[in-house]
């Protein structure tokens, strides 16, 4: 089962990457919420491949596709700012947009270092645009 999705669009240099924001469970018409898990994919303008991010539960998964922990922080997946975030962290891990080929990795993974951008640029004064 999946959540309406839009597609958006967010301007980085001279590239256009396309971003939607989803929430997933496993099983069809009988839905198995331990498999609960929020997805943000990008993929850059006029490229195939496609980077997906899942969150899966734990830490947590909050409401209107907000990820964290209370212990760690808080990002909501439909701020603009929060997928810069995330799009830096993938880039500087190694994510090639221009690759045909999908990629889904753990969301998790890229959180502490989106959490720490977005937490700089909010103490910078530049508050939440992307």
């Given at each position: 089962m999946a959540r309406s999705?839009?597609?958006?669009?967010l301007v980085v240099g001279d590239d256009t990457y396309l971003w939607s924001v989803g929430h997933l469970h496993e099983g069809g018409k009988q839905p198995d919420y331990s498999t609960c898990r929020e997805t943000l994919s990008l993929r850059r303008e006029g490229s195939?491949?496609?980077?997906?991010?899942?969150?899966?539960?734990?830490?947590?998964?909050?409401p209107m596709s907000t990820v964290g922990a209370p212990d760690r922080g808080w990002l909501n997946l439909h701020e603009p700012g929060v997928v810069r975030a995330f799009l830096d962290a993938a880039l500087a891990q190694g994510w090639d947009p221009g690759a045909v080929?999908?990629?889904?990795?753990?969301?998790?993974?890229?959180?502490?270092?989106?959490?720490?951008?977005?937490?700089?640029?909010?103490?910078s004064g530049t508050g939440t645009q992307g």
């Open positions: 999705r839009s597609t958006r669009r195939r491949g496609r980077l997906l991010l899942a969150f899966l539960q734990p830490p947590a998964i909050g080929k999908g990629q889904e990795i753990d969301g998790w993974t890229l959180f502490p270092e989106a959490l720490h951008a977005r937490r700089a640029k909010s103490d």
